[in-house]
């Protein structure tokens, strides 16, 4: 069968491999769909010094199938059913994951694609338990943005930032594929999005997305739209995953008591803080890495009663090399989907 894997940096091979055998206990055996390119995957395919992996390995992190066969003890699942697989290989037995709160399990083994095999093969076996049902009715290619995208979001917005409707909220670099999902959220339950991109094209479609304010953050400063927009008050939430270029603005955007969240570091991990003016104005941040299954189910609850992911680009297994670069050099709105 067909599989993507990352010999060495920067080199993806489609390699023929074996298929897998029949699942053993507790797993099920699933045909991979569609997979949708996330900036973990260019850190994989840049060979970031933190991962701990063998190489070959199977690149693809987010992605969906469908169940094709079934092994001795599983239950809750049938042939055909349609699946997203859980992104990490949790524990199962720590008191994170006996709560629900996968993404802070104590004995993780790896993230899929990253540490271990991922998802850009036809076929593979996996434990029945990370598994999350894809509802009726969401096609491959927006089903495949939501094991990570949307449940991403999910638990940035509402776990940790708990925005509520009418409150304004920041939300940086709206081409992106979180950023995209974040400002249909958001705008669905009836808040004001200030948005920010890099080029004019995209404050264009970030506003055709729904955006009630844009800017050009190349241009324009961000922080003086979200005071002047909220009268000085400031905005209640601010959704961060750039870092170091945003991070004293995103500070400065906030209103007395407002919540910054935050998932990425992409233009740098190191970032001052103005400690007094975090006291002072009893800031609250939140760190976000990842969600909970729960997250994933609940994103799919949204993608069902109508509110759907920004696809760029959809391309074939092959070119998954060629999704990759473009998301590594941002020419990108939305979500590049690739398909198997």
Known sequence: MRALRLHAERDLRLDDI???????????????RALALNHIDVWGWRGMAFARRALPICVGVEAVGEVVAAGPGVEGWRIGDRVAPYGAITCGACRA??????????????????HVDGFARERANLEARLLVRVPDGIGW??????????????HMLFDNARLEPGETILVHAAGSGIGTVAIRMAKALGCTVIATAGDDEKCAKARALGADHVVNYTTGRFES??????????????????????????LFSLRMGGRLVTCGSTSGVAAETNLMMLFQRQLRIFGSFGASMRNIADGYARMAAGLRPVIDTVLPLERFAEGVARLESRRVFGKIVVTL
């Open 97 to 114: 994951c006996r709560e629900g709160r996968d993404n802070l399990c104590e004995d993780v083994r790896g993230i899929m694609g990253f």
């Open 225 to 250: 739209v979200a005071r002047r927009v909220t009268g000085k008050r400031g905005v209640d939430v601010v959704f961060e995953h750039v870092g170091a270029a945003t991070w004293a603005g995103s």
């Open 141 to 154: 290619e927006d089903a495949a943005c939501g094991p990570v995208t949307f449940a991403t979001v999910e």
């Open 18 to 32: 074996p298929p897998p055998p029949p699942p053993g206990p507790g797993e099920v055996q699933v045909r991979m």
